[in-house]
């Protein structure tokens, strides 16, 4: 997963990323994350932290293969929750096909609020 603020990359690859203190809140105008929801790698529990260092009205992309939303059914529960939170809003999910060799990747895109 990476972020980038004005040329500066930064760069995370935990579920709590070690730079948040570092991060000041509302900081990014978008965040992209592709392929990061997968085993070893990302777990639903960072998304609040991805909430917080983007800019309220910012965009949020992932991208998660579709056989991934099964092995980590918590995923698309917890956006919803956060959405009934009014942390951030859907504005679509559509379906990636021939993400992968071997399937399809789902795509959802969030507003922050």
């Known amino acids: 997963m990476a972020w980038q603020e004005r040329g500066e990359l930064c760069t995370c690859s935990t579920s709590k990323p070690s730079m948040s203190a570092e991060t000041h809140a509302y900081t990014y105008d978008a965040l992209c994350t592709a392929g990061s929801f ?7 529990d960072c998304l609040e932290e991805m909430i917080r260092i983007v800019k309220s009205g910012g965009v949020i992309c992932l991208i998660v293969k579709e056989a991934f939303l ?14 009934d939170k009014g942390l ?6 559509s379906v990636a096909e021939e993400y992968v060799e071997n399937g399809n990747g789902i795509i959802f895109i969030y507003k922050v609020l």
């Open 38 to 44: 997968s085993d070893g790698h990302l777990k639903s």
């Open 88 to 93: 951030w809003e859907r504005v679509s999910r």
């Open 70 to 83: 099964e092995e980590y059914e918590k995923l698309e529960p917890r956006m919803c929750e956060l959405q």
